[in-house]
């Protein structure tokens, strides 16, 4: 049986190596079944960070960025993303509708996202994304941390509601991507059920 490919995304001030080391404890048990794609915010290579800036400057970029990452690699089945990235993940979704691309594109294709520390864009020019509702009856799994101080909770509970069918875990912390038994069983499962 093929692994299963997901791409990986980054918070503000990350990288993707940073999120690989981060997810060490989540995805060590996970590397015979799930290849996990890590790449950079596009404003990396110029000295900047974060897929976009205060009141959402630079996500046309990033945007065109992922669809043209879409366009050239091999199929990605899911996405994951933590903080930033999990909010990006959330646009991604988005994208897979028909309407949901710039420039006549071709919508997005994955089957699954995963997003950590999430939290919704409340920008005027996302609210078209966020409009198509069928795209957002995908699978999704959503973990929050109770004692978050970067991303509230509620936030991250204001995102999953969007979904159609959220997998939402909880955990004690704060803004991290946990490796607790109970998070890491589960996100197995998930995934085991989207590789299926």
């Not at 999990?86 to 420039?103: E, I, N």
């Not at 995102?159 to 959220?166: A, E, K, R």
């Not at 607790?180 to 998930?190: D, E, G, S």
Request: proline share 5%; glycine share 12%; hydrophobic share 40%.
């Amino acid at each position: 049986m093929s692994r299963i490919r997901v791409l990986c995304l980054h918070g503000y001030h990350g990288s993707g190596p940073i999120l690989r080391e981060q997810m060490k404890p989540l995805a060590e048990d996970l590397e015979e079944t799930v290849e996990f794609v890590y790449v950079d915010a596009p404003s990396l290579s110029t000295g900047d960070f974060g897929w976009w800036h205060h009141e959402f400057r630079g996500w046309e970029r990033t945007r065109d960025w992922m669809a043209d990452l879409f366009a050239q690699q091999r199929h990605f089945d899911g996405v994951f993303g933590f903080s930033q990235g999990a909010a990006l993940v959330s646009l991604l979704v988005g994208m897979r509708g028909s309407d949901g691309q710039a420039g006549g594109r071709k919508p997005l294709s994955f089957e699954f996202a995963m997003m950590v520390g999430g939290f919704r864009s409340d920008s005027s020019k996302h609210a078209n994304l966020y409009a198509s509702l069928d795209s957002y009856t995908l699978p999704s799994l959503h973990i929050m941390g109770r004692s978050d101080s970067i991303v509230p909770i509620e936030d991250s509970r204001d995102l999953s509601d969007h979904f159609t069918s959220p997998v939402v875990l909880e955990h004690s912390g704060g803004h991290v991507i946990p490796g607790t038994p109970f998070i890491r069983n589960n996100v197995a499962l998930f995934l085991g059920r989207m590789a299926g």
